[in-house]
């Protein structure tokens, strides 16, 4: 079993910043790839970046890199998502998974993944 608990969601304005975190636990870590998903309401649950397990490769929804970073400290079992330049469209619900290969299966298909968080809300005012 693994936990997954997110946290730094909030209320910003456009153009600002947030740094999301998830801190797993019940699995050794640095065994799994992660990434973050978001859902806006009456949306489907989208891809918005993945790292692999040892966090030599990153993976980044369309037109998301540039603008959102993923990143892993094996050391304290946490995955990060740095958001710059957040905008209104931004705003959603934010999950962080584990993906259940190690080494197969696609990094955007929410299917790929088997333990996920209980999210953290994002709000991007305009």
């Known amino acids: 079993q693994v936990q997954l608990v997110e946290s730094g969601g909030g209320l910003v304005q456009a153009g600002g910043s947030l740094r999301l975190s998830c801190a797993a636990s019940g699995r050794t870590f640095s065994s799994y790839a992660m990434a973050w998903f978001r859902q806006a309401p009456g949306k489907e649950r989208e891809f918005v970046a993945g790292?692999?397990?040892?966090?030599?490769?990153?993976y980044y929804g369309d037109s998301l890199k540039g603008r959102f970073t993923i990143s892993r400290d094996n050391a304290k079992n946490t995955v990060y998502l740095q958001m710059n330049s957040l905008k209104p469209e931004d705003t959603a619900v934010y999950y962080c998974?584990?993906?259940?290969?190690?080494?197969?299966?696609?990094?955007?298909?929410?299917?790929?993944?088997?333990?996920w968080g209980q999210g953290t809300q994002v709000t991007v005012s305009s």
């Open positions: 998974a584990t993906k259940r290969s190690r080494y197969s299966g696609s990094y955007y298909s929410k299917m790929e993944y088997d333990y």
């Open positions: 790292i692999s397990w040892s966090g030599g490769s990153t």
